[in-house]
């Protein structure tokens, strides 16, 4: 028998098993793959009773309307799925999980708002993505991370108002990409995108067609478009208070520090504190100003241990050794993060910089030099901020006799040593 008729024979006895639902037309390809063609046959779900050994399945055009956690499970050697230009509103989650050899997706012109994400996870060799023409208002951080192999991903004619940053990245094959023809609301969260169009060298189909829904001043324009003036990466700068700025009066040493911020939109401040015996993080002020009255909202609650304004300022009352600890101011805002930090120390000695030779001798190399004091904490000088909190008890006389009084003072000091200018 010649090789010819061997190959006819096999293909002959491959097709008279092949297991075909009614509504479909299966058949053995030339390269040996196995399709199942069941376009327009006005399906309203995936049939039953497909060939273990289908690769290629062809649902297209038909009335399907949810897939089901189970839709696919009698075909787990498929590796490309047609699904465009059904009904699909719904997708259980795991539907597409067991899927791994799935190279080709289409799931284009559909109803999906929503989608199991995590079903991707497991498709690493995806090379083409077909998603466009739903209702994605959204789309999940990291999304499409664990596709290392797509090449192809549409996503145009959609609901997408946002893009997480970073969203792409991770995709080193990524050759095309479809994102136009959504409402994209141009606010700083998507001015990566912006950046990322400019420098990738991923092919963006109808690139001018990416344009802004919102806001007013910009709808219409392309997210390409979008002024660099108007979204602008924070900057900040951690100053030390000598004196906290209202006519509350706190006993003992009050330690005060001042978070500077600048950009656009105006970032909004966070503060990080570590100390020995706790970590604790604040989002926001937890105090209050009305004239000269000081409202705490939640005032017994550990928290508000540290005193945090509107205006950037944090004040810690009757600051101790327990308190000593790196402090981190952050600015945040739609553009990114930046964020500053100053380890506090607290010290008796009135010659604290003595302390530190003694404590550091490789700052001895400072010789005759002068060292500058002062309360600017400089965020572009390297290294970690050090500041010296120092007190000294003073005995002065009043009517109740002798009274301790303390004495505030900060040195400011580069990675362990004296800040020189």
Same mark, same amino acid.
């Given at each position: 028998? @010649?090789?010819?008729?061997?190959?006819? /024979?096999?293909?002959?006895?491959?097709?008279?098993?092949?297991?075909?639902? +009614?509504?479909?037309?299966?058949?053995?390809?030339?390269?040996?793959?196995?399709?199942?063609?069941?376009?327009?046959?006005?399906?309203?779900?995936?049939?039953?009773?497909?060939?273990?050994?289908? @690769?290629?399945?062809?649902?297209?055009?038909?009335?399907?309307?949810?897939?089901?956690?189970?839709?696919?499970?009698?075909?787990?050697?498929?590796?490309?799925?047609?699904?465009?230009? *059904?009904?699909?509103?719904?997708?259980?989650?795991?539907?597409?999980?067991?899927?791994?050899?799935?190279?080709?997706?289409?799931?284009?012109?559909?109803?999906?708002?929503?989608?199991?994400?995590?079903?991707? +996870?497991?498709?690493?060799?995806?090379?083409?993505?077909?998603?466009?023409?739903? =209702?994605?208002?959204?789309?999940?951080?990291?999304?499409?991370?664990?596709?290392?192999?797509?090449?192809?991903?549409?996503? *145009?004619? *959609?609901?997408?108002?946002?893009?997480?940053?970073?969203?792409?990245?991770?995709?080193?094959?990524?050759?095309?990409?479809?994102?136009?023809?959504?409402?994209?609301?141009?606010?700083?969260?998507?001015?990566?995108?912006?950046?990322?169009?400019?420098?990738?060298?991923?092919?963006?189909?109808?690139?001018?067609?990416?344009?802004?829904?919102?806001?007013?001043?910009?709808?219409?324009?392309?997210? @390409?478009?979008?002024?660099?003036?108007?979204? $602008?990466?924070?900057?900040?700068?951690?100053?030390?208070?000598?004196?906290?700025?209202?006519?509350?009066?706190?006993? /003992?040493?009050?330690?005060?520090?001042?978070?500077?911020?600048?950009?656009?939109?105006?970032?909004?401040?966070?503060?990080?504190?570590?100390?020995?015996? =706790?970590?604790?993080?604040?989002?926001?002020?937890?105090?209050?100003?009305?004239?000269?009255?000081?409202?705490?909202?939640?005032?017994?609650?550990?928290?508000?241990?540290?005193?945090?304004?509107?205006?950037?300022?944090?004040?810690?009352?009757?600051?101790?050794?327990?308190?000593?600890?790196?402090?981190?101011?952050?600015?945040?805002?739609?553009?990114?993060?930046?964020?500053?930090?100053? *380890?506090?120390?607290?010290?008796?000695?009135?010659?604290?910089?003595?302390?530190?030779?003694?404590?550091?001798?490789?700052?001895?190399?400072?010789?005759?030099?002068?060292?500058?004091?002062?309360?600017?904490?400089?965020?572009?000088?390297?290294?970690?901020?050090? $500041?010296?909190?120092?007190?000294?008890?003073?005995?002065?006389?009043?009517?109740?006799?002798?009274?301790?009084?303390?004495?505030?003072?900060?040195?400011?000091?580069?990675?362990?040593?004296?800040?020189?200018?």
């Amino acid at each position: 028998m @010649t090789p010819l008729l061997c190959c006819v /024979g096999l293909a002959a006895l491959l097709a008279s098993s092949l297991a075909c639902p +009614r509504s479909c037309v299966c058949s053995v390809k030339k390269n040996g793959r196995l399709l199942a063609e069941c376009a327009y046959r006005e399906l309203q779900e995936v049939p039953a009773g497909l060939s273990p050994n289908v @690769t290629i399945l062809t649902l297209s055009a038909n009335r399907i309307g949810s897939l089901r956690e189970t839709s696919f499970s009698e075909v787990p050697e498929v590796q490309s799925l047609w699904l465009g230009y *059904n009904q699909i509103s719904t997708v259980e989650a795991g539907a597409f999980a067991r899927l791994v050899h799935l190279k080709n997706l289409d799931l284009s012109h559909n109803k999906m708002a929503d989608f199991p994400w995590k079903d991707l +996870r497991n498709l690493s060799g995806l090379q083409i993505l077909k998603m466009n023409n739903n =209702r994605l208002a959204g789309l999940p951080r990291g999304a499409f991370h664990s596709l290392k192999e797509l090449r192809s991903l549409w996503l *145009n004619d *959609n609901e997408l108002t946002t893009l997480a940053e970073g969203t792409f990245d991770l995709l080193p094959s990524l050759s095309q990409l479809q994102i136009f023809n959504n409402p994209f609301n141009c606010s700083c969260k998507v001015f990566w995108l912006k950046k990322w169009t400019e420098n990738t060298s991923v092919s963006i189909a109808k690139g001018g067609s990416i344009l802004c829904a919102a806001p007013s001043r910009l709808k219409g324009r392309a997210v @390409t478009d979008i002024p660099d003036h108007f979204c $602008v990466a924070p900057s900040v700068q951690l100053t030390y208070l000598s004196n906290l700025d209202n006519t509350v009066m706190y006993d /003992g040493l009050t330690l005060t520090l001042h978070c500077s911020v600048a950009g656009s939109p105006l970032p909004e401040i966070r503060w990080k504190i570590q100390t020995s015996s =706790r970590s604790t993080e604040i989002s926001g002020p937890n105090v209050a100003r009305d004239g000269n009255v000081l409202l705490l909202r939640r005032a017994k609650q550990s928290q508000e241990r540290f005193l945090v304004f509107k205006n950037g300022t944090m004040a810690i009352p009757n600051f101790s050794k327990e308190d000593e600890g790196i402090y981190t101011c952050l600015a945040v805002n739609d553009v990114g993060t930046r964020e500053v930090s100053v *380890n506090v120390a607290l010290t008796g000695s009135e010659n604290p910089a003595d302390d530190l030779l003694r404590n550091a001798p490789q700052a001895s190399h400072l010789g005759g030099r002068s060292c500058y004091k002062g309360d600017d904490l400089d965020p572009s000088s390297a290294g970690e901020k050090l $500041v010296i909190v120092y007190h000294v008890p003073r005995e002065s006389k009043s009517r109740a006799g002798v009274v301790p009084q303390t004495r505030l003072g900060t040195l400011l000091l580069t990675l362990g040593l004296a800040l020189c200018r």
